[in-house]
Every structure is written in C-alpha cells, then in structure tokens.
C-alpha cells in the first residue's frame, strides 16, 4: 500500500458524498425547470395544456356518473390526503421527536410540511386558475386549482415520514415502503382528477414542486449535518442512522 493510499480511501466517502449531491442537485434543477415550464403554460392557457386537461377531466368525469361505487373509493382517497389528515399524522411525529430530543430533525418536519403548504396557497394566488366547472359534478372544492394542494401535500408529507421512519425499518421493508408511499401518493393525485376538482396538470405540477421543495430541503438538511461532523446516511435510508438519542447543543 502507497503512502498516499490512506488519504485516498479517507476521501473515498466525499466523493461519494458530492456524486450524490450533484445528482439529487440535477434531479433538482431539472423538476424545478420542468415546473416552471408547466406553470408558463398553465397562465398562458396554452392550447395542447387545455385540450390534455379538458380531455381526461371529461373523460373521468363520464366515469364516475357511470360508477357511483368508484366515485365513493376516490373521495375516500382523497380524504385521507387532507389536510386535517396530515396534522393529525405529523403533529404526533413531532412531538414523538421532540420527546426524543431530535430537535434537529422535528425542525425539518415543520420547516418542510408547513413551508409546503405556504408555497402552494402562493403558487395558486399568483396563478389564480379556476377549478374544473362540469355538469353534475360529483364532489367539490374551493380555492384556484393549481397546483393541487392535495398531491403537493401527499408527496411531500409521505416523504417526511419515510426520511424519518426509514432508519427503524428492517432493510426488507424498506424498498416495500417506499413503493407503498409511491402508491399512494399517486392514487391521492389520480383521486383529485377522477373527482373533477383538478385538472391533470394541476396534480403534474403539485408534484413537481413537491419534489423540487423537499428534496432542496433535505439536500439542507444532509449538509447541515455533515457540516456539524454528524454521520450522514444514505437517502434510501432516512435522514438521521437509528441510535442513542442524545440532546442536541
């Protein structure tokens, strides 16, 4: 073994730190582009944004007169990614990390659930896109349409839980978790269309910024911590590795 082969295999962790980094930073950059595209359209009215958008919300719209059974399952999805249903969800989750003294990481859930939130009533006062109007509507909602708060909400609140639960799953289970949150997620956006109280690209755009704030967050929060000497995992893996609590100074 060279002299200089200890350094090299010191820093063999920081490179894959900053490879990491740069990807998530790309993956970034490119939903945050994507979304600024998709938001340029929707205030311009495009015409293909409108016939895309008038299309599937006419089309499932049909279906659910037709389904009254199915009308039923996607209003029960979507109820269990409202709002009310997410506070009862992460207020319990921060106060259980507070009690655990993982100041740091109950400062994020807030920072990023709450900030989300913020964001989205911005986007959609600055956008001020009217909901889908259809005859014999079978649900309703107020407020301008996009993006939908709804898939905004679920994508982002799904992966704090999963940021922060992850460290205490089994490996086995986590990849299952991960698509079980997927899942779900979509099937919350799919249950906003499906109830003709958003259009498709008001669900596409929710989850663009989505992705765009939490990962910019946790990409925050990662370096936060490598900057205080503290461990950082993988994202696959949480963002705090399971272990002794201890109070943070």
């Known amino acids: 073994m060279t002299a200089d ?28 582009s994507l979304f600024g595209v998709v938001l340029l359209l929707v205030r311009a009215k495009n015409s293909v944004v409108h016939r895309w958008d008038s299309s599937v919300a006419e089309h499932l719209h049909r279906f659910a007169l037709d389904h009254r059974s199915y009308t039923r399952v996607m209003q029960t999805i979507s109820d ?52 889908p109007h259809l005859v014999d509507p079978v649900s309703a909602a107020g407020g301008a349409s996009f993006p939908s708060g709804h898939a905004q909400a679920a994508l982002v609140g799904w992966g704090v839980l999963l940021l922060v639960f992850l ?26 269309i499906a109830l003709g109280v958003h259009y498709l690209f008001d669900v596409v755009g929710a989850y663009l910024v989505g992705a ?5 967050l946790t990409l925050g929060f990662r370096a936060w911590r490598r900057e205080l000497g503290e461990p950082v995992p993988e994202v696959s893996e949480g963002l705090e590795p399971d272990g002794p609590d201890r109070p943070v100074h």
């Open 5 to 32: 082969e200890p350094g090299t295999l010191r820093s063999e962790p920081a490179r894959r730190f900053g490879l990491r980094v740069t990807a998530l930073f790309a993956g970034t950059l490119l939903a945050a």
């Open 80 to 131: 269990a990614g409202a709002p009310p249903a997410w506070w009862a969800i992460l207020f319990p989750v921060t106060a259980w990390l507070v009690w655990r003294r993982r100041y740091r990481l109950a400062a994020f859930v807030v920072v990023t659930t709450v900030g989300s939130s913020l964001l989205n009533r911005l986007i959609k006062a600055t956008v001020g896109r009217a909901r």
């Open 167 to 192: 460290p205490y799953l089994p490996d086995r289970w986590r990849r299952p978790a991960i698509a079980f949150a997927a899942v779900v997620v979509l099937a919350i956006g799919y249950s906003r």
């Open 212 to 216: 765009v704030w939490l990962v910019g």
